[in-house]
């Protein structure tokens, strides 16, 4: 009889507390794995980074991370370490909690069940510098972040990075802010254009002279709108286009969008898919548009049916749910969240081989596969390049060496 032990670590701007929470579990088992140790984890605003040393029983753990706060996965990794030695999460919000598991696998084999110890960590990402409420217009500041939200602040920040969370969850490239698409958006929320549906029921309506109310026959944008009263924060308007995910069919997907009368409008909280019958998904599937890298957003001030409240818009180039009614074109720029990235056995390779892959998280580069040779580089997260060969181990073969598979977006899981 085993004894097990969970531990937890809270991780919180200077200080550590850990706790030992100790029960019992039946086990028979003829191996039981090092930890992958030292674990170190450190945080900035807007990432985690997970450092170990790298040994043979590494392959015996998965790895995943979940915000706390809606119990959202970011990570999971369920086919084992290998002998990987980093792993970054990046593009997160600032100052949220984040819990971190390295679970043990049971494994059937030669070398019987692991009972190892669970390491659950939480993690809390650094508050970001004070520079005062985002104004829609892309303004820098000291509290500014790294990568595609690069230099923006406040609100700005919390809505880019909330985008940037969302795709790096479908593997697809993060968006960078652009200020003249933060001033766009600015001046039409500005006007708090409304129309109103065949119900008479009143709803802020889109820029576009073809969709929407808008008259500027140039204007070739994607747009998302959201409104919220008596307020509604840019992270807030981000989630409700996103909570749209729940109705969208990834194996069978329907190029109508805006739903069954077109309107395009969803009252209600979108994360309950009661409050979303006729199945609008058009804002969730311009979040996450692959092809689309840039955007920029701005929030005011308006009413709705007599509720004062903040009216959001984010406006997206290229476009997303362009020429959604062709074929394929659904399924290659919305991806499947990535649940979990189990090594590819044979029967699964498609007959059609990848020949391009992106990375999900810093990982290391070697020269020969295996992780038994040497570290030649490090691919960065969201990277993207040519994919030559997966061995039977899972060992990938890229250009300039060799990673580890469960690091690379893989076609199999879309």
Sequence with gaps: ??????????????????????????????????????????????????????????????????????????????????????????NLPPNEEFEVSFTPRTEAGSEGCIAAFLIRVVVRTQVAAPTGAGTGTGSAGPGASSGGCSGLAGEDLDICNEHNVYRAKHGVPQLTWSADLARNAQQWVDGCHKAKNTNNDEYFCHQSSTFGCGTDTNYRFGENLSFGWPSRSGKEAARQWYCEWNVYNFDNPSPKLAGEDDSGTVFGDTCDPANNPKKVTGHFTQVVWRATTKIGCAKNTCSQNGNE????????????????????????????????????????????????????????????PGGV?????????????????????????????????AFLVRSHVH
């Design 1 to 90: 009889m085993w004894n097990t032990t969970e531990l937890t670590l809270a991780i919180l701007t200077v200080a550590i507390l850990a706790a030992l929470v100790s029960g019992n579990a039946e086990a028979a088992c003829d191996h039981r794995p090092s930890l992958p140790e030292p674990l170190s984890i450190d945080s900035t605003a807007n990432s985690i980074k997970l450092r170990w040393t790298p040994n043979g029983d590494a392959r015996f753990f998965d790895l995943n991370v979940t915000q706390k706060s809606n119990n959202v996965p970011i990570v999971s990794i369920t086919g084992g370490l290998e002998n990987q030695r980093r792993f970054d999460v990046n």
């Design 309 to 368: 409240g903040t009216l959001w818009a984010c406006e997206y180039d290229p476009p997303g749910n362009f020429n959604a009614g062709e074929p394929g074109v659904l399924n290659q720029n919305v991806p499947k969240a990535i649940q979990g990235l189990a090594p590819m056995m044979a029967a699964e390779r498609s007959a059609s081989r990848q020949t391009t892959t992106a990375i999900i998280s810093d990982v290391d580069l070697y020269d020969i």
């Design 373 to 405: 040779g040497n570290v030649i580089g490090i691919l960065r997260q969201g990277q993207t390049l040519p994919l030559y060969e997966c061995q039977a181990d899972d060992w990938c073969r890229v250009e300039g060496g060799w990673v580890w598979g």
